[in-house]
């Protein structure tokens, strides 16, 4: 694809080689200050959740960006994909699987897995429009979240015992062991969501997802977005469409769910995990990035994340401040006359008295 | 007799979603934005109703009146800080915003009251009720709370029918731009309808927390998401369908949690939405937009 010349470039090329660019840096700043100790270790222990919020965030804009529809369930995909993924991990931890085999194929199945489940769900959630869709997205996801929490999955030497009322009801052999109990879920999963891995999975999403934009099936995405009847007018077939992107924006946000079950020993689907108010908050990082835009995505993801750490010397204001500051930033970015008011004033101007620019609102 | 007992629990459970609901649908119908801030001024109304009562010693009438005044207070503040700026926005931004206006109230009770729970003591005074011979008992609480809901609602269908206001509000909820031209101030209705949904949250939360007596931060949210399916499930921006919707998303959340599981309870609430929108995907009572090409 890369030409010697320049010019031939495209802009979507650029954005993607930045983008690309920038996420390789990013590594590698963070590998320079952790072998010289300049990250604190409190730093270092949320490097694994940017990256997973990053991921989702990536499958989240792809159907909010890309596609035009507002989930508000993608928590409940990073659910599904979490605990397929830990109970592979759990079963095959005692076969002497070589681990790195073990963390791809549980990966591979968390996000498959997580693929069916959007695909799924997709089939009679798209039928829906705007806020109808939005509302049974979060319904699907907290009927995940619920349906889980009472789960029991138990092994023994005879095999596999399911059960939806409590573990006693399993009825296993002595040496059975649990693999899911309940409300309190998976323990003991392998930790093996290291930053590296989040940086390749960041990565590999991103591939995909510029891949996917960049072609026919994107723009055929993008053409259902911005005007559904126009688009079925030339041939588009919408459903099939829709439900390409819905299924891999779900599988993205498996893909996140299996770093996220890896890098905790326990593994428990609570309403701050994987309630509604992670898929709100992931949808948050998508619109404040700027909807369409991955990159946007990864920064909004991570300078939201690190917010609440910088402030933690706040103690309790921390998230009063966070709250202000994502009003602000919502008020500066999207209303009429902020946007009016940024045109009118040059872009160095605007830097220079950035702490007005806010006050204005 | 259970059966019925939990029937009217359901009931009452229902008619306080629908009272939420209905700032929902009010707020939807008119700004066509989802105010997901709305759960937590049911919180912030449950805490003036606390305060006054518990460090002021006001009588609970009075708590009441100034929690509700409070509550639409807050509502118009809340709407001509962070919602009237972005009209004109998306409704994504408005969306997060609002998730922004959420998180602020949650933090701001949190930072002001702390984080532990407190109990509520009920404000309803009505005393219990034992039918068929102590079979059945319906509290005071439940009482009072089909009894506001009544009025609630049967007051509102008066306002928005008969007054200019609320004739106002039907007009800009049809087509704002039309009822501009006629003459209807917008901005002042589309405060109103804040300050009137505003105002019957702090009601909701009253009753919420007579019912279920305890009071966090987080007292809101899952009621707010609960009502604000039931404004779904009733067809959003239709009142009639916000109280339909309420009274069967309670009776239905009761009676999962009594004869299938208590603890799958949300999810059959939420599988009922998904069904019901499946079959009429403009909820029960909405209205289907024909669409133009």
């Not at chain 1, 299996?258 to 948050?284: D, E, K, Q, R």
């Amino acid at each position: 694809m890369k030409k010697s010349n320049m010019k031939s470039i495209n802009k979507q090329t650029k954005s993607m080689l930045i983008t690309y660019a920038m996420v390789i840096a990013v590594f590698i700043i963070v590998e320079i200050m952790i072998s010289t100790g300049m990250m604190s270790s409190l730093m270092q222990g949320l490097l694994v959740p940017l990256c997973i919020y990053s991921i989702v965030a990536i499958g989240l804009n792809l159907c909010v960006g890309y596609l035009g529809e507002l989930s508000l369930g993608h928590a409940g995909f990073m659910c599904v994909g979490a605990f397929s993924s830990a109970v592979f991990s759990k079963c095959m931890m005692t076969s002497g699987m070589n681990e790195t085999l073990r963390f791809i194929l549980a990966l591979l199945i968390g996000t498959v897995v997580a693929a069916v489940f959007g695909w799924l769900i997709g089939i009679p959630v798209l039928r829906l429009r705007g806020d109808y869709l939005a509302i049974v997205t979060l319904a699907f996801g907290e009927i995940i979240k619920n349906v889980i929490n009472v789960m029991y999955l138990g092994r023994d030497s005879k095999g596999f015992h399911f059960s939806i009322k409590d573990s006693a009801s399993l009825n296993m052999q002595a040496d059975g062991k649990m693999i899911i109990d309940g409300a309190k879920g998976i323990v003991g999963t392998p930790n093996q969501s290291t930053f590296v891995v989040g940086i390749i999975i960041i990565l590999i999403s991103l591939f995909v997802s510029f891949n996917l934009v960049n072609s026919r099936t994107g723009r055929a995405i993008m053409a259902i977005r911005d005007n559904r009847i126009a688009a079925e007018s030339v041939g588009i077939n919408i459903t099939k469409y829709k439900l390409m992107a819905f299924t891999i924006s779900a599988a993205i946000a498996g893909a996140g769910g299996v770093l996220y079950a890896h890098n905790l020993s326990t593994l428990t689907a609570l309403p701050a995990n994987f309630g509604y108010n992670m898929s709100i908050m992931i949808l948050v990082f998508v619109v404040l990035g700027g909807m369409g835009s991955f990159r946007g995505s990864i920064i909004a993801a991570v300078v939201l994340t690190m917010l609440p750490e910088v402030l933690r010397g706040l103690a309790d204001y921390r998230m009063l401040i966070y709250a202000i500051v994502l009003i602000i930033m919502m008020l500066f970015n999207w209303a009429p006359k902020a946007i009016e008011w940024r045109e009118k004033h040059s872009l160095k101007r605007m830097f220079g008295k950035k702490e007005k620019a806010e006050e204005v609102q | 007799m259970s059966f019925i007992s939990y029937l009217i629990n359901g009931v009452s459970l229902g008619s306080i979603y629908a009272i939420i609901a209905l700032g929902y649908t009010m707020v939807y119908g008119i700004a066509k934005m989802l105010n997901f801030a709305h759960g937590d001024v049911i919180m912030i109304g449950c805490y003036i109703v606390f305060v006054l009562m518990g460090s002021f010693h006001l009588n609970s009438t009075v708590s009441i009146i100034a929690a509700v005044i409070g509550c639409t207070v807050l509502g118009v503040v809340i709407e001509k800080i962070a919602y009237k700026p972005l009209r004109k926005a998306s409704p994504l931004a408005v969306l997060i915003t609002a998730i922004g206006v959420s998180y602020f109230l949650q933090n701001f009770a949190l930072i002001l009251f702390g984080a532990d729970t407190k109990s509520f003591t009920s404000v309803v005074s009505i005393p219990t009720i034992k039918l068929a011979g102590g079979d059945l008992t319906i509290s005071g609480v439940t009482i009072a709370t089909v009894i506001s809901c009544i009025i609630i609602m049967a007051a509102l269908m008066i306002f928005i029918k008969k007054s200019k206001s609320g004739q106002a509000m039907l007009a800009v909820s049809e087509d704002k731009d039309a009822a501009q031209l006629m003459g209807v101030n917008v901005n002042k209705t589309i405060s109103l309808t804040f300050a009137i949904g505003s105002g019957l949250a702090a009601i909701a939360g009253v009753l919420l927390c007579s019912a279920y007596p305890t009071l966090s931060p987080y007292t809101g949210a899952m009621p707010g998401i609960k009502a604000f399916t039931a404004a779904v499930f009733g067809g959003i921006g239709s009142i009639p369908g916000a109280l339909i919707g309420g009274i069967l998303l309670g009776v239905i959340e009761i009676l999962g949690r009594a004869y299938i599981s208590s603890q799958l309870s949300d999810a059959i609430v939420f599988a009922v939405l998904i069904i019901v929108l499946l079959v009429k995907p403009t909820g029960l009572l909405g209205k289907q937009v024909q669409e133009k090409v």
